[in-house]
């Protein structure tokens, strides 16, 4: 069954960088683009951007260009995305989600990681 | 960006009940390509958003047929013919024909 397996929650302080994970199985992992999913109380959802799982090649929401970098490990069916210079507004549960073409999007979203940026 | 407004923000309904959420667009998600990306999503508590309708009003696999999505161009519509208590949650609509991708604020439905 297809799964995108995501890592922990991380505690980071503001200024630092974060690099989380989303591990795909049950599917063949070059065949979907990830893309990424920040979630907010006060924001909602918000998309930041897609990666390419075979060329590598990326696209990324304006608002999110020099947040977050989205890079790929094709030996490892696993994407990642990393955040930089945190601030506290950074805090949010980020989702890693399946886009397929010709519109079938966003079938199976990863369990979500939760990022809190605190002194 | 595209901006999708959702109503109502909060839906009180019995079990059984059907209901309706609408979702509209400050602009045409017409595409040139001819397709309408317009989704629907639902996200259980403490759980991540699973879609529901995908193009309008595709069933997404293994949603049941209660649901269904119509629309077109600015307007459009989720139902849900029968309300069951799993289907408590908030429902959002996300737009894919104009970059970047958006969602709206959701819609709470609660129980009675």
């Known amino acids: 069954q297809v799964q995108l397996q995501q890592s922990g929650a991380e505690l980071a302080k503001p200024g630092s960088s974060v690099k989380i994970s989303c591990k795909a199985s049950g599917y063949t992992f070059t065949s979907y683009y990830i893309s990424w999913i920040k979630q907010t109380t006060g924001q909602g959802l918000e998309y930041i951007g897609y990666?390419?799982?075979?060329?590598?090649?990326?696209n990324y929401n304006e608002k999110f260009k020099g947040k977050a970098t989205l890079t790929v490990d094709k030996s490892s069916s696993t994407a990642f995305m990393q955040l930089s210079s945190l601030t506290p507004d950074d805090s949010a549960v980020y989702y890693c989600?399946?886009?397929?073409?010709?519109?079938?999007?966003?079938?199976?979203w990863g369990q979500g990681v939760m990022v809190t940026v605190s002194s | 960006d595209v901006v999708l407004t959702q109503t109502p923000s909060i839906l009180s309904a019995t079990i059984g009940q059907s209901v309706s959420i609408s979702c509209r667009s400050s602009?045409?998600?017409?595409?040139?390509?001819?397709?309408?990306?317009l989704y629907w999503f639902l996200q259980r508590p403490g759980q991540s958003p699973q879609r529901l309708i995908y193009l309008v009003s595709n069933l997404g696999s293994g949603v049941p047929n209660r649901f269904s999505g119509s629309g077109s161009g600015t307007d459009f519509t989720l139902k849900i013919s029968g309300v069951e208590a799993e289907d408590l949650g908030v429902y959002y609509c996300?737009?894919?024909?104009?970059?970047?991708?958006?969602f709206g604020a959701g819609t709470k439905l609660e129980l009675k």
């Open positions: 989600a399946r886009e397929g073409y010709g519109g079938d999007y966003f079938d199976y």
């Open positions: 602009q045409s998600l017409l595409d040139s390509d001819g397709n309408t990306y």
């Open positions: 996300m737009q894919a024909t104009h970059a970047p991708n958006t």
């Open positions: 990666i390419n799982t075979g060329s590598g090649g990326t």
